[in-house]
């Protein structure tokens, strides 16, 4: 795959860098003309897309439906829905993932705007159609408030429309000044919304960038046009917040005179719509190239995909963060992908993944006797942003050498695709190669001395370097046995270490074994004298030394193994030493052995606060805390020949090893710890007597508030009546209560949230 990629992905000349190369390639089959619109990366950690499907080929009487997949991080299908009414055309262009985990999907359906909830199954919660006047949806935002706000147009003006999470009407809202005004896209800010998109005027030049920043309530603020080149046309289609301020949009620019030279559009904005910058990109082709949408890429600049409309080639570029270009690359779908023609190709939305690497989604058309549409993800291989070394030879950066040896040295580096690099070797400042690889001859006269190998890389204006402490000496040692520095060992093994050390005269070399006991205050004790090697016997589990040192009159070398000794368990869970849970909840226990082969042998026993638990000989054991408290779990590994143990203990927050804090009362609903489009406060906390709670509601709705102590007793009622949407503020009042640890209920009638609050004395 990766092969064909190289020779399908053709270069525009004047990139600098190289794009990443190809993750994997899906297709998705729906009906006979699949189509993807938007494309969200999912907080499983996979991504939703939406589109549109039919059974026909798209033509004025054909039957669109509202098409949503869901897909893991791999690209493996979840799951897919389809919706719409029979003879009616249906299509999603916009899609989020809500603060609840449903799906919110925005666009159109009989010439109306339309917007639909699922939850994490793809199952359909409701499906809304609103203004009746020709109009259409284009993207969706959820503000923090639990709102969603959707931005389109209806009767050729630029609309905004706000709902709940019922989908009730809230408020919505036209806007514009040109013959016809379109929304592309949104973004919440501290105060408001910012909206982009376009507007058509009846002169030259016929379209200009449209933006507007409306409050909360869908009032104006301020609108702005913007026409960069005053010759020609251009439309704003997405849109993404700076790091730094402000908004990027993507779009592209048109003369307007009836050719088809289309490019890119990139455009900065600040806080207040006023533009800062632009760039007209030419993708290199001279041809109909229009950008669908830009991202945010990581760790900066931006990601912009579209197609070239002639041929039907998918694009993207990538830009740093003032618009300079990195990479731009045309795709030949149907090289890469068998079962594919050149045809019907196009990139529609990208995002950035999970790993930060490049995801996009669009579609491409098949070879079959119908010549059907799929629609289509591509994920790209995380860019490498930084240069970085991955491997050095040799790999220890502290070395003893005897003086006249020759010494090799390497290094691995990692760079950004397409950059070129440069190296700079020095030794002890002088520098004397410039290469990946370096030899040196430490013949210096006077010994011992110490001497340093530095090789600095640099790529693009980035440098990072890697220095080598030597020692030249008349004495170094040449092989050690193990090899390993660091050891995990069972207990009751013994192991056989060695020193192979040489000096620059055939003399007598003495040597010298020290064993560390770091479970004992790093005692230390002489296990050795006079002997190139030493067998030890390690029978107590913990953590230990070993320093194999040489000597020579003044001079010396020498190692150090760290050793982990394990009995028969090698891993276990939880693997925290503290545990947290809520009363009522259940916990999974287990152990590993050492050696999976003796795992048949082995028998198990566990017990939980001194009682033993019936027919448990087993590695795993899953238990229940039904009440608040304190517990000690206790698993015990034999094998006839020796015990293992492991303890869980299960006490306050004052301990130090394997807290679990029951401490919330069980009668809360574990699924239900949050209310969505609902806030709740307690200023100030800690309190004294008096505390202030502040709560907002999104929708009118029976509400209890309800204090309980820390055993889940109940000690005061604040509120049982209906409240209206809004703020609302109720008063604690802990006279008479002793200080301590007090826990909130707030109940609505569909969901309950819980917040701690102190009271001090």
């Excluded at 990629?5 to 994997?24: F, I, N």
Aim: charged share 20%.
């Amino acid at each position: 795959m990766k092969a064909l990629y190289s020779l399908a992905v053709l270069l525009w000349a004047a990139t600098v860098y190289a794009q990443p190369e190809l993750d994997w390639i899906r297709l998705y089959d729906g009906g006979r003309y699949d189509y993807f619109t938007d494309i969200y990366a999912t907080s499983d950690g996979g991504y939703a897309m939406c589109g549109f499907q039919s059974s026909q080929f798209r033509s004025p009487d054909s039957t669109l439906d509202i098409w949503v997949v869901k897909i893991d991080g791999e690209g493996r299908r979840e799951w897919s829905a389809r919706f719409g009414e029979a003879n009616v055309a249906d299509e999603a262009t916009s899609l989020i993932e809500t603060d609840d985990n449903a799906f919110l999907i925005a666009g159109k359906s009989n010439g109306m705007v339309a917007a639909l909830l699922l939850n994490d199954e793809g199952e359909l919660i409701w499906f809304n159609t609103y203004n009746e006047y020709l109009s259409r949806a284009e993207a969706v935002i959820e503000l923090k408030s639990g709102e969603f706000v959707l931005a389109g147009y209806a009767s050729g003006d630029a609309y905004l429309l706000c709902i709940n999470v019922e989908g009730d009407i809230l408020w919505e809202r036209t806007y514009g000044q040109a013959n016809r005004d379109h929304f592309m896209a949104l973004r919440e800010t501290n105060d408001g919304i910012v909206v982009s998109g376009y507007s058509w005027f009846n002169r030259s030049p016929y379209y200009e960038v449209l933006v507007v920043k409306v409050d909360f309530d869908g009032e104006q603020v301020w609108l702005r046009n913007h026409a960069p080149l005053q010759q020609a046309c251009q439309r704003s289609v997405s849109m993404v917040s700076r790091p730094e301020g402000g908004f990027a949009l993507g779009g592209w620019f048109w003369t307007g005179d009836g050719s088809q030279d289309f490019d890119y559009l990139w455009m900065h904005i600040d806080a207040e719509g006023n533009m800062e910058r632009f760039r007209r990109i030419d993708m290199g082709n001279r041809g109909s190239d229009r950008c669908n949408s830009i991202s945010r890429a990581q760790p900066d600049g931006f990601v912009l995909v579209g197609t070239e409309a002639n041929t039907a080639m998918p694009q993207a570029l990538r830009t740093d963060p003032n618009g300079e270009i990195r990479w731009i690359a045309h795709y030949r779908i149907a090289d890469m992908t068998p079962g594919l023609v050149h045809g019907r190709q196009s990139f529609t939305s990208a995002i950035v993944g999970h790993d930060n690497s490049i995801v996009v989604c669009g579609c491409a058309q098949a070879i079959d006797a119908n010549g059907s549409v799929n629609g289509l993800v591509m994920k790209l291989e995380p860019e490498i942003a930084h240069i970085q070394f991955i491997d050095w030879q040799p790999h220890d950066t502290t070395l003893t050498v005897l003086l006249g040896d020759t010494v090799d040295f390497s290094v691995t580096v990692l760079r950004p695709q397409g950059a070129g690099i440069s190296y700079e070797w020095t030794l002890d400042d002088t520098l004397f190669d410039w290469d990946s690889t370096a030899t040196v001859i430490f013949d210096s006269l006077d010994i011992p001395c110490i001497q340093r190998v530095r090789c600095q890389a640099s790529a693009l204006n980035e440098t990072i370097a890697i220095t080598w402490t030597v020692r030249v000496s008349d004495l170094a040692i040449r092989a050690y046995r193990p090899e390993n520095y660091n050891l995990i060992i069972r207990r009751n093994t013994t192991v056989n270490f060695a020193l192979l050390a040489e000096t620059l005269d055939e003399v007598f070399i003495s040597y010298l074994w020290t064993f560390i006991d770091r479970e004992d205050d790093n005692r230390r004790e002489v296990v050795g004298l006079d002997t190139s090697a030493v067998r030890i016997l390690f029978d107590r589990t913990g953590h230990f030394g070993v320093i194999g040192a040489a000597y020579l009159g003044q001079s010396t070398d020498s190692v150090m193994w760290n050793i982990e000794v394990r009995g028969l368990i090698r891993a276990f869970g939880p693997s925290s030493e503290m545990i947290s849970l809520r009363a009522g909840d259940e916990v999974s226990f287990w152990v590993a052995p050492f050696e999976v082969q003796q795992e048949s042998r082995l028998s198990y026993r566990w017990k939980i606060d001194e009682v033993d638990i019936i027919d448990a000989d087993t590695s795993e054991i899953r238990l229940a805390f039904p009440d608040t408290g304190q517990f000690e779990v206790i698993v015990f590994v034999t094998d006839s020949v020796q015990v293992d143990s492991l303890n869980w203990e299960l006490v306050d927050a004052d301990s130090q090893r394997w807290v679990v804090n029951a401490l919330v009362p069980n009668w809360i609903d574990n699924s239900k710890f949050q209310i969505p489009n609902s806030k709740l406060t307690v200023s100030p906390n800690p309190f004294n007597s008096k505390a202030e709670v502040a709560i907002k509601l999104n929708r009118a709705s029976d509400v209890k508030l309800q204090m309980f102590d820390i055993h889940g007793r109940g000690v005061r009622t604040l509120a049982d009546c209906r409240f209206e949407a809004g703020h609302h503020r109720l008063f604690v009042d802990g006279g008479g209560l002793p200080a301590g640890i007090y826990i909130l209920r707030l109940q609505t009638e569909t969901k309950a949230i819980v917040f701690k609050a102190v009271q001090i004395k």
